[in-house]
């Protein structure tokens, strides 16, 4: 069983960052494909950004593009969202997912998610 945890909740002012970071104890950490899903109240989970085992392949929603970065650490088994230049439409519970690719996630969604963290609020007030 892989459990994520996810950190970095907070409030921000539109404009400002902040960096979620998700951290998993597996020992298979390395295998999986890595990425992030937020969803706002009475909407479905979006798909936000995706990181391949090895990092060199990256995916980013089309709302997000330009603006965050996904990275990770082997190493630490941690995995990483820098939000910059946020608005007050990116508030959201944001959910840390481990799959088996990146571009199955990022073009087919949460369907094919094998792990979810719990996920962590953002808010952005305006």
């Known amino acids: 069983q892989v459990q994520l945890v996810e950190s970095g909740t907070g409030l921000v002012q539109a404009g400002g960052s902040l960096r979620l970071s998700c951290a998993t104890s597996a020992r298979t950490f390395r295998t999986y494909a890595m990425g992030w899903f937020r969803q706002a109240p009475g909407k479905d989970r979006e798909f936000v950004a995706a990181i391949s085992w090895n990092g060199i392949t990256i995916y980013y929603g089309d709302s997000v593009k330009g603006r965050f970065t996904i990275s990770r650490d082997n190493a630490k088994n941690t995995v990483y969202l820098q939000m910059n230049s946020l608005k007050p439409e990116d508030t959201a519970t944001y959910y840390c997912?481990?799959?088996?690719?990146?571009?199955?996630?990022?073009?087919?969604?949460?369907?094919?998610?094998?792990?979810w963290g719990n996920g962590t609020l953002v808010t952005v007030s305006s």
């Open positions: 997912a481990a799959a088996a690719a990146a571009q199955l996630i990022a073009e087919k969604g949460a369907t094919y998610v094998d792990h």
